[in-house]
Nanobody, 124 residues
């Protein structure tokens, strides 16, 4: 069974940075497009960033564009999201997910395998 594990969350001051990692076991992440999502308390899970299988194409939600950078190292079977200039509204649980369809999508329904999430708290 595919297992996805996120790491790198924590507490940071506004304006700070964090890098989240998404590692997979029992599968090659290079086979899939990967997305990062987040969920704030009381809110629905929302798309944050996505990356194609090769890494040639990246996608961002408007709220994080220019601040977050998604990348992948297929040799390490890991996808990253570098989060800069963090704001209190970036607080939430961040999830990595694998999509099986070949085209980019921001819908959670199109992502099959999910990690347990890593918590990010941005203090003002």
């Amino acid at each position: 069974q595919v297992q996805i594990d996120e790491s790198g969350g924590g507490v940071v001051q506004a304006g700070g940075s964090l890098r989240l990692s998404c590692a997979a076991s029992r599968t090659r992440l290079s086979t899939y497009g990967v997305g990062w999502f987040r969920q704030a308390p009381g809110k629905e899970r929302e798309f944050v960033a996505g990356i194609s299988r090769s890494g040639d194409s990246t996608y961002y939600a408007d709220l994080v564009k220019g601040r977050f950078i998604i990348s992948r190292d297929n040799a390490k079977n890991t996808v990253y999201v570098q989060m800069n200039d963090l704001r209190p509204e970036d607080t939430g649980d961040y999830y990595c997910a694998v999509r099986l369809i070949p085209v980019h999508t921001t819908s959670t329904k199109d992502y099959k395998y999910w990690g347990q999430g890593t918590q990010v708290t941005v203090a003002s």
